[in-house]
């Protein structure tokens, strides 16, 4: 399903499981750093909340996957947004904003995203589109993973 135009003329969709390939293609490039946090699982069972950005010719351009909880049915979760290393055209602020929408028509109240605390960039981005953050949380993913939580109410 198209989805209404991001900035720059790129467009959005949701995600296929298909397109896992593509997107663990640039992750680590995208990051400068090797992420093996996405796994196809994502895609296969969250692609209908997930949103893929796709420029001229269907160049990746950028991604959300996320997920409303089963669990905790107020909240609804980003594991992962990356877009091209071409920062601040507001592709991501767009598609976060597309994510919020989908939570809402589905009585979310909260979206929730974590980082390591010393991801100073994703921490920036955040609380530049509005999340509060806790301190880092230690062991949040196992010993020596410590994260901080985000939170945004919708």
């Given at each position: 399903?198209?989805?209404?135009?991001?900035?720059?003329?790129?467009?959005?969709?949701?995600?296929?499981?298909?397109?896992?390939?593509?997107?663990?293609?640039?992750?680590?490039?995208?990051?400068?750093?090797?992420?093996?946090?996405?796994?196809?699982?994502?895609?296969?069972?969250?692609?209908g909340t997930s949103l893929i950005a796709e420029g001229a010719g269907?160049?990746?351009?950028?991604?959300?996957?996320?997920?409303?909880?089963?669990?905790?049915?107020?909240?609804?979760?980003?594991?992962?947004?990356?877009?091209?290393?071409?920062?601040?055209?507001?592709?991501?602020?767009?598609?976060?904003?597309?994510?919020?929408?989908?939570?809402?028509?589905?009585?979310?109240?909260?979206?929730?995203?974590?980082?390591?605390?010393?991801?100073?960039?994703?921490?920036?981005?955040?609380?530049?589109?509005?999340?509060?953050?806790?301190?880092?949380?230690?062991?949040?993913?196992?010993?020596?993973?410590?994260?901080?939580?985000?939170?945004?109410?919708?």
């Open positions: 399903m198209a989805l209404p135009a991001a900035p720059g003329g790129v467009t959005t969709r949701t995600v296929r499981p298909e397109d896992y390939d593509a997107i663990i293609a640039v992750m680590d490039a995208w990051w400068d750093k090797p992420t093996g946090l996405l796994n196809r699982l994502h895609l296969d069972h969250f692609h269907g160049a990746l351009t950028g991604f959300v996957v996320g997920f409303l909880s089963p669990s905790r049915t107020d909240e609804a979760h980003i594991h992962f947004t990356g877009v091209a290393p071409r920062r601040r055209t507001g592709l991501a602020r767009s598609l976060h904003e597309q994510f919020f929408a989908t939570a809402r028509r589905n009585d979310h109240k909260v979206v929730k995203a974590i980082a390591s605390p010393q991801n100073s960039r994703s921490i920036a981005f955040h609380t530049a589109k509005g999340f509060a953050y806790s301190e880092p949380v230690a062991g949040y993913d196992g010993p020596g993973q410590d994260r901080v939580v985000f939170a945004r109410r919708l």
